[in-house]
Protein backbone atom coordinates (compact mmCIF):
# COMPACT_ATOMS: atom_id res chain seq x y z
CA UNK A 1 0.00 0.00 0.00
CA UNK A 2 1.42 3.63 -0.66
CA UNK A 3 1.52 6.42 0.93
CA UNK A 4 -1.46 7.91 -0.93
CA UNK A 5 -3.51 4.39 -0.07
CA UNK A 6 -2.50 5.04 2.99
CA UNK A 7 -4.01 8.55 3.14
CA UNK A 8 -7.18 7.77 2.30
CA UNK A 9 -7.78 4.56 4.33
CA UNK A 10 -6.90 6.42 7.35
CA UNK A 11 -8.97 9.55 6.60
CA UNK A 12 -11.70 7.61 5.40
CA UNK A 13 -11.58 5.39 9.05
CA UNK A 14 -11.16 9.15 10.25
CA UNK A 15 -14.52 9.91 8.75
CA UNK A 16 -16.41 6.97 9.92
CA UNK A 17 -15.21 7.27 13.66
CA UNK A 18 -15.88 11.23 13.22
CA UNK A 19 -19.74 10.62 12.21
CA UNK A 20 -20.32 7.60 14.47
CA UNK A 21 -19.00 10.28 17.34
CA UNK A 22 -20.97 12.88 15.88
CA UNK A 23 -24.10 10.91 15.94
CA UNK A 24 -23.46 9.85 19.73
CA UNK A 25 -22.70 13.52 20.86
CA UNK A 26 -26.63 14.69 19.12
CA UNK A 27 -27.90 11.64 20.67
CA UNK A 28 -26.73 12.61 24.49
CA UNK A 29 -27.75 16.30 23.51
CA UNK A 30 -25.52 18.30 25.66
CA UNK A 31 -22.29 18.39 23.59
CA UNK A 32 -20.12 21.47 23.62
CA UNK A 33 -18.89 20.85 20.70
CA UNK A 34 -22.54 20.55 18.15
CA UNK A 35 -24.13 23.63 20.86
CA UNK A 36 -21.11 26.13 19.49
CA UNK A 37 -21.87 25.12 15.73
CA UNK A 38 -25.62 25.94 15.87
CA UNK A 39 -24.65 28.87 17.83
CA UNK A 40 -22.64 30.44 14.71
CA UNK A 41 -19.94 31.13 17.14
CA UNK A 42 -15.83 30.38 16.64
CA UNK A 43 -14.76 27.03 17.22
CA UNK A 44 -11.23 26.00 17.97
CA UNK A 45 -9.25 23.78 15.49
CA UNK A 46 -9.93 20.69 17.19
CA UNK A 47 -13.38 21.04 16.87
CA UNK A 48 -13.42 22.30 13.31
CA UNK A 49 -11.28 19.17 12.79
CA UNK A 50 -13.77 17.27 13.87
CA UNK A 51 -16.46 18.49 12.58
CA UNK A 52 -14.70 18.28 8.60
CA UNK A 53 -14.40 14.61 9.18
CA UNK A 54 -17.69 14.09 10.20
CA UNK A 55 -19.40 15.72 7.17
CA UNK A 56 -16.98 14.43 4.79
CA UNK A 57 -18.31 10.65 6.68
CA UNK A 58 -21.93 12.01 6.23
CA UNK A 59 -21.32 12.95 2.68
CA UNK A 60 -19.64 9.79 1.54
CA UNK A 61 -22.08 7.71 3.43
CA UNK A 62 -24.90 9.65 1.71
CA UNK A 63 -23.39 9.12 -1.78
CA UNK A 64 -22.27 5.55 -1.32
CA UNK A 65 -26.15 4.79 -0.43
CA UNK A 66 -27.63 6.87 -3.00
CA UNK A 67 -25.58 5.20 -5.91
CA UNK A 68 -26.13 1.99 -3.91
CA UNK A 69 -30.31 2.45 -4.28
CA UNK A 70 -29.66 3.18 -7.94
CA UNK A 71 -27.72 -0.13 -8.67
CA UNK A 72 -30.66 -1.16 -11.10
CA UNK A 73 -29.41 1.96 -13.78
CA UNK A 74 -26.78 0.79 -16.27
CA UNK A 75 -23.51 2.56 -16.68
CA UNK A 76 -24.49 2.75 -20.37
CA UNK A 77 -26.87 5.36 -19.00
CA UNK A 78 -24.99 8.31 -19.03
CA UNK A 79 -23.22 11.49 -20.71
CA UNK A 80 -20.19 13.05 -21.38
CA UNK A 81 -19.49 16.08 -19.32
CA UNK A 82 -17.87 19.67 -19.89
CA UNK A 83 -14.35 17.87 -19.64
CA UNK A 84 -15.28 15.56 -22.38
CA UNK A 85 -15.39 12.43 -19.98
CA UNK A 86 -18.07 9.99 -19.51
CA UNK A 87 -20.56 10.28 -16.24
CA UNK A 88 -23.02 7.87 -15.47
CA UNK A 89 -26.75 9.08 -14.83
CA UNK A 90 -26.49 6.85 -11.66
CA UNK A 91 -22.99 8.81 -10.28
CA UNK A 92 -24.33 12.00 -11.13
CA UNK A 93 -27.57 11.82 -9.41
CA UNK A 94 -25.86 10.59 -6.21
CA UNK A 95 -23.77 13.14 -6.31
CA UNK A 96 -26.02 15.61 -6.54
CA UNK A 97 -28.37 13.94 -3.93
CA UNK A 98 -25.42 14.07 -1.45
CA UNK A 99 -24.15 17.47 -1.77
CA UNK A 100 -27.54 19.32 -1.54
CA UNK A 101 -29.42 16.66 0.55
CA UNK A 102 -26.55 16.21 2.86
CA UNK A 103 -26.14 19.50 3.76
CA UNK A 104 -29.89 20.37 4.44
CA UNK A 105 -30.02 17.28 6.35
CA UNK A 106 -26.47 18.27 8.52
CA UNK A 107 -28.29 21.87 8.90
CA UNK A 108 -31.35 20.28 10.40
CA UNK A 109 -29.03 18.10 12.39
CA UNK A 110 -27.73 21.54 13.86
CA UNK A 111 -30.45 23.16 14.61
CA UNK A 112 -32.61 20.01 16.04
CA UNK A 113 -29.65 19.35 18.77
CA UNK A 114 -29.56 23.30 19.71
CA UNK A 115 -33.39 22.58 20.11
CA UNK A 116 -33.82 19.66 22.31
CA UNK A 117 -31.44 21.92 24.45
CA UNK A 118 -33.66 24.42 24.94
CA UNK A 119 -36.81 22.62 25.06
CA UNK A 120 -35.29 20.47 27.79
CA UNK A 121 -33.96 23.43 29.67
CA UNK A 122 -37.61 24.85 29.34
CA UNK A 123 -39.13 21.79 30.61
CA UNK A 124 -37.01 21.99 33.81
CA UNK A 125 -37.65 25.49 34.35
CA UNK A 126 -41.61 24.86 34.01
CA UNK A 127 -41.19 21.87 36.40
CA UNK A 128 -39.50 24.30 38.99
CA UNK A 129 -41.90 26.95 38.31
CA UNK A 130 -45.17 24.96 38.64
CA UNK A 131 -43.46 23.73 42.10
CA UNK A 132 -42.78 27.27 43.00
CA UNK A 133 -46.35 28.31 42.55
CA UNK A 134 -48.09 25.50 44.27
CA UNK A 135 -45.58 25.88 47.48
CA UNK A 136 -46.20 29.68 47.69
CA UNK A 137 -49.97 29.09 47.40
CA UNK A 138 -49.78 27.12 50.62
CA UNK A 139 -49.31 23.54 49.65
CA UNK A 140 -45.21 23.01 49.74
CA UNK A 141 -42.29 24.07 50.62
CA UNK A 142 -39.56 26.92 48.98
CA UNK A 143 -36.95 25.07 51.01
CA UNK A 144 -37.28 21.66 49.56
CA UNK A 145 -37.43 23.48 46.36
CA UNK A 146 -34.29 25.66 46.86
CA UNK A 147 -32.02 22.69 47.99
CA UNK A 148 -33.25 20.39 44.56
CA UNK A 149 -32.10 23.83 42.95
CA UNK A 150 -28.64 23.98 45.03
CA UNK A 151 -28.09 20.64 44.43
CA UNK A 152 -28.65 20.82 40.51
CA UNK A 153 -26.50 23.74 40.84
CA UNK A 154 -23.49 22.44 42.40
CA UNK A 155 -23.60 19.22 39.57
CA UNK A 156 -24.23 21.59 36.73
CA UNK A 157 -21.07 24.13 38.10
CA UNK A 158 -19.18 20.83 38.10
CA UNK A 159 -19.91 19.44 34.75
CA UNK A 160 -19.10 23.41 33.21
CA UNK A 161 -16.08 23.32 35.25
CA UNK A 162 -14.54 20.47 33.45
CA UNK A 163 -15.68 21.30 30.08
CA UNK A 164 -13.98 25.12 30.19
CA UNK A 165 -10.91 23.89 28.81
CA UNK A 166 -12.98 22.37 25.92
CA UNK A 167 -14.64 25.43 24.27
CA UNK A 168 -13.56 28.91 22.83
CA UNK A 169 -14.06 32.09 25.43
CA UNK A 170 -17.85 33.21 25.37
CA UNK A 171 -19.54 30.33 24.81
CA UNK A 172 -21.65 29.28 27.00
CA UNK A 173 -22.12 25.42 27.16
CA UNK A 174 -25.43 24.00 27.79
CA UNK A 175 -24.64 23.37 31.83
CA UNK A 176 -23.75 26.93 31.96
CA UNK A 177 -26.81 27.89 30.99
CA UNK A 178 -28.75 24.99 33.45
CA UNK A 179 -26.86 27.11 36.07
CA UNK A 180 -27.86 30.58 34.66
CA UNK A 181 -31.30 29.23 35.02
CA UNK A 182 -30.95 27.16 38.36
CA UNK A 183 -29.46 30.75 39.97
CA UNK A 184 -32.41 32.86 38.33
CA UNK A 185 -35.56 30.40 39.83
CA UNK A 186 -33.09 30.63 43.47
CA UNK A 187 -33.54 34.78 42.87
CA UNK A 188 -36.94 34.15 42.60
CA UNK A 189 -37.49 32.21 45.95
CA UNK A 190 -35.26 34.66 48.17
CA UNK A 191 -37.61 37.51 46.22
CA UNK A 192 -40.99 35.33 47.26
CA UNK A 193 -39.31 34.86 50.92
CA UNK A 194 -38.71 38.61 51.14
CA UNK A 195 -42.42 39.17 50.37
CA UNK A 196 -43.75 37.07 52.97
CA UNK A 197 -41.02 38.47 55.72
CA UNK A 198 -42.37 41.82 55.23
CA UNK A 199 -46.26 40.25 55.43
Known sequence: MNLLQTGVAL???????ALAVYIYLAARGDSVT???????RLLNWKQNVFLVFAAIGFLVCMFAGAESMLHWMPNSWGGVNEDGEY????TVIATSFS???????????????RNAIFLDMMRDRAR???????ATSGNGSLADIRDN????????NAQSGHRSNERP????CPDEERAIQYRELLEMIDLIETQREKK
Open 34 to 40: LYSTVNH
Open 99 to 113: VIGGFAFAGFIDKAT
Open 149 to 156: LNSRLRNV
Open 87 to 90: EAYR
Open 128 to 134: FLEKIVV
Open 169 to 172: LGIL
Open 11 to 17: GGTGSLL
